[in-house]
């Protein structure tokens, strides 16, 4: 039987002899890894402008608070993504308004934005789901005609192109994660991108406690002022030591993720049992995160079951997400939504089995985990 995590970090020597040059040394936070971290990931998305945070969510909700939401302020969230997205927006003293998925991708549904927005709403934040690019050009559109900001959510879109342009540079601001089964990993990070200089430096600012000189900037040790609110949402130099290393790694992460998803796809084509999202084409790239099995109707309450087999035959599974937003019971009950009101995120949701295509992964893996899941599903019949 093999042993199929579904995911797992790939830390080499390369990255434990960058901490331990860091531990060795003298400087944990505010150092130069911080900023060779940022550089090499601004190098590789081709942004002109790029800040560490402590994670995805610090980084939406500090766009939020730098855009100034007040209450009464409206965001369009999707409904099929994780929680992260939207409490952003309520953090930051605003109200998600959520929109359903297309059936197609698991995106937002662009034909029922326009339908959600009202003279309160100030932004629109978009999730390339599982890391399949929303139609960005249509996005913008909307956006400009009304005059509204537009957070890229890119917290599974490392790699993720529309039409050429990495997620994150198609709006005002993308916010990457580097959780230990993302992309990339810093053991908990994130990263903001953005075309607009000064909308990184606001944010580099309010990361550190609004505070008008960063620690290289002081002229007398310890004398600063503070400018304005702010948090403490900053990286540290070990973090960023692992994130050095490994955005050397990212391009053949991706090659290894794509190979693998190709050979997994072919494989779940052949079962009749299940469907699949809409994966690259034309001008939309994935980002290959994983790869999710839609199981049609009359299969949909052996999901369990069909999990629990993979599992105890070394198929490690995920579920993205176990509910869309709105339906869980924070904001249900906030919000007094009800089941039914967002069906295809429901459908994804309910249905769905997320399965690895990581780079710690190979071909023969996909082939294992393709025959084991027509098995799981043959038993529960």
Do not use: W
């Not at 040394?25 to 800040?51: I, N, R, S």
């Not at 409206?74 to 099929?80: C, G, K």
């Not at 309160?120 to 050009?137: C, E, N, Q, W, Y």
């Not at 309010?206 to 702010?230: I, Q, T, W």
């Amino acid at each position: 039987m093999k042993s199929i995590p579904f995911g797992k970090p790939i830390i080499g020597d390369e990255e434990k002899n960058a901490v331990l040059d860091v531990l060795n040394g003298t400087v944990l936070a505010h150092g130069k890894k911080l900023k060779e971290f940022e550089a090499g990931f601004a190098a590789y998305a081709k942004a002109p402008a790029a800040t560490t945070v402590a994670n995805c969510t610090a980084a939406m909700h500090l766009a939020y608070f730098c855009l100034g939401l007040k209450p009464g302020d409206e965001v369009i969230v999707p409904a099929q993504t994780h929680t992260a997205t939207a409490h952003a927006v309520e953090l930051a003293s605003g109200k998600a308004v959520f929109v359903d998925a297309e059936s197609d991708t698991g995106n937002i549904d662009i034909d029922q934005i326009e339908c959600a927005i009202t003279d309160r709403t100030k932004a629109i934040s978009v999730v390339h789901f599982l890391g399949m690019p929303v139609d960005m050009g249509r996005i913008n559109a909307l956006a400009k005609k009304r005059g509204l900001f537009v957070l890229e959510d890119c917290a599974l879109a490392i790699g993720t192109k529309f039409d050429g342009i990495h997620a994150g540079l198609l709006g005002d601001i993308g916010c990457f994660s580097f959780y230990p089964v993302k992309h990339i990993t810093t053991a908990e990070g994130g990263m903001a991108i953005s075309n607009d200089p000064s909308i990184i430096h606001e944010i580099d600012r309010k990361k550190a406690f609004g505070l008008d000189k960063m620690l290289g900037e002081r002229k007398v040790p310890g004398m600063y002022d503070v400018n304005s609110l702010g948090f403490n949402y900053r990286m540290n130099e070990i973090q960023a030591a692992i994130g050095v290393e490994q955005v050397k790694r990212i391009d053949g992460f991706l090659q290894k993720r794509r190979s693998n998803y190709e050979r997994l796809s072919e494989g779940l084509k052949q079962i009749d049992e299940v469907e699949l999202l809409k994966s690259s084409h034309d001008k939309f790239e994935s980002s290959y995160y994983c790869h999710t099995a839609i199981l049609k109707e009359d299969m949909a309450d052996k999901r369990i079951q069909i999990i629990e087999n993979l599992k105890a035959n070394g198929v490690g599974t995920s579920i993205y997400y176990p509910n869309p937003v709105p339906l869980m019971k924070y904001y249900k009950e906030k919000y007094a939504f009800k089941d039914g009101m967002f069906p295809v995120a429901s459908k994804i949701s309910n249905n769905s089995i997320a399965l690895s295509v990581g780079p710690h992964l190979d071909g023969e893996d996909m082939d294992y985990i393709v025959e084991m899941l027509k098995n799981a599903i043959m038993e529960t019949k």
